[in-house]
C-alpha cells in the first residue's frame, strides 16, 4: 500500500502522500509526539506537570505507539506526506462503520492501566466514546484520529496537502463524511478551508474541542 500515491498537489516543494509502512511508522510517532506535545487535552488527560515533563513525555509517546499499532493491526488507513525520503505529515484514519473503537478499548486497558495509570486510561476511554457517539450520528463517517505536520515545516500547505490526501482515501472507500475532533481554534479555518463544517461541541477535562465533519460532494 506505501506505494500507492493518494494526492498531488502543486507546491514549490515536490511532495507525495502515501500510505505507511511498518517501517514509516517508527518515523510517523516522532512527527506526531512533537506535534502533540502542548497538546491541551492530552495534557490534561495524561497528567501534564512542569516539575516532573518526563513523565508527561513518556505517556504521551506510548499512547502514540500505541494509537499507531492499533491502527496498523486493524488495517486502518495511517496516511503519511512525503518530500523525498523524508516524512513531514501523518494523519491515522477511523474507516467508516468499523469496530475498530471497541477493540481499543480493552487494548487500551490492558497497557495503558499499567504504563499511564487507572485515571488516565477512563478519561482516554471517555474520550474516545463520546468522540464515537457524535460521529456515529453521521451515517457511513470515517474519523481522523490523529494529524500532524511536522512542526518544522508547518505554514506551507502541507497540512492541506493532507486534506486532499484524506480526500482521497473518502473517495476510495466510498463514504459520505470524514469527521475530525479539534480543541485548537487555530486550526479551525484550514479545515473550514477545505470543506468542513463546525457540529458539535464536546468538553473533556476541562478542555473544549468541536467536531467538524465534511460531507462527500
Given at each position: ?20 509502512t511498518a517501517e514509516d511508522c517508527k518515523i510517523a510517532a516522532s512527527v506526531l509526539y512533537q506535534a502533540y506535545h502542548d497538546d491541551e487535552l492530552f495534557q490534561q488527560i495524561l497528567g501534564y506537570d512542569k516539575a516532573n515533563k518526563g513523565a508527561y513525555e513518556k505517556k504521551l509517546r506510548l499512547l502514540i505507539r500505541e494509537e499507531l499499532a ?148
Open positions: 500500500m506505501a506505494d500507492e500515491t493518494l494526492a498531488t498537489l502543486a507546491l514549490d516543494t515536490e511532495l507525495k502522500a502515501s500510505y505507511l492499533s491502527f496498523w493491526q486493524t488495517h486502518q488507513h495511517i496516511i503519511g506526506v512525503f518530500a523525498g525520503d523524508n516524512l513531514l505529515a501523518v494523519s491515522c484514519v477511523q474507516k467508516a462503520n468499523d469496530a475498530l473503537a471497541a477493540d481499543r478499548v480493552w487494548h487500551w486497558r490492558l497497557k495503558l492501566m499499567l504504563n499511564t495509570g487507572v485515571l488516565s486510561t477512563n478519561q482516554l476511554i471517555e474520550k474516545e466514546k463520546a468522540i464515537h457517539q457524535a460521529v456515529a450520528s453521521f451515517a457511513n463517517c470515517c474519523f481522523i484520529s490523529l494529524f500532524a505536520v511536522d512542526p518544522h515545516v508547518q505554514h506551507q500547505g502541507i497540512g492541506r496537502y493532507l486534506l486532499r490526501a484524506i480526500d482521497d482515501v473518502v473517495k476510495s472507500d466510498g463514504v459520505h463524511a470524514s469527521a475530525v475532533f479539534i480543541t485548537r481554534e487555530r486550526f479551525h479555518d484550514l479545515f473550514i478551508s477545505e470543506g468542513y463544517q463546525g457540529e458539535t461541541d464536546l468538553t473533556f477535562t476541562k478542555v473544549s474541542g468541536k467536531l467538524f465533519v465534511k460531507q462527500k460532494g
